[in-house]
C-alpha cells in the first residue's frame, strides 16, 4: 500500500480562525480528517503533519523516504523564501505535489514566486480545502502510473 505524507507548513494549525475571508474557515483537523477518509477511498495512507518550525519540516521531508512514496506539501509562507526546504525535497527525490488553500498567483506580488513549484509534479492553488483533495489525487495518480 502506498503511503503518503502531508506536511503542512506555518500558521496553517490556525486555519478556521485565521483570515477566513481568505483561507475559509475549515479547520486543520477537518482537512486532515477528510484527506485520511479520501486515502482510504483510494487505497493509499496518509499521515498528516504541521509544524511552524523549517527545520523541523526538512528534517521530516529527509526521513520521508523511508516511510513514504510520495509528499503533499502545503509550505505556507515558506513557499516564497525557503531554499532549505527545496533543497531536502531535490535531495531525497520522492515525488511531491504542492497545494495552497488561496490562489498564490492572484494574491501580492511576493506570493507568486514558489521556490518549491519547478521541484514539484505540479501545483495545485486557489481551490480551499479542495486543493489538498485534488492534490492527493493527483499524487496518488502519478505514483500508480511509476513503473
Known amino acids: 500500500m502506498l503511503s503518503i505524507l502531508v506536511l503542512h507548513g506555518p500558521n496553517l494549525n490556525l486555519l478556521g480562525n485565521r483570515e477566513p475571508s481568505v483561507y475559509g474557515a475549515t479547520t486543520l483537523d477537518e482537512i486532515n480528517d477528510s484527506l485520511m477518509t479520501l486515502g482510504k477511498e483510494l487505497g493509499v495512507s496518509v499521515e498528516a503533519r504541521q509544524s511552524n518550525v523549517e527545520g523541523e519540516l526538512v528534517t521530516w521531508i529527509q526521513q520521508a523516504p523511508s516511510n513514504f ?3 503533499l506539501f502545503n509550505p505556507a509562507a515558506y513557499t516564497h523564501t525557503s531554499i532549505a526546504l527545496r ?7 520522492l515525488p511531491m505535489v504542492e497545494v495552497h488553500l488561496s490562489n498564490i498567483h492572484g494574491r501580492e506580488s511576493f506570493r507568486r514566486q514558489s521556490y518549491l513549484a519547478s521541484v514539484s509534479l505540479g501545483q495545485i492553488s486557489g481551490f480551499g480545502p479542495q486543493s489538498y483533495a485534488l ?9 500508480d502510473d511509476k513503473p
Open 69 to 71: 512514496q510520495g509528499l
Open 87 to 93: 533543497d531536502a525535497i531535490v535531495g531525497v527525490g
Open 135 to 143: 492534490g492527493l489525487r493527483a499524487l496518488v495518480h502519478a505514483l
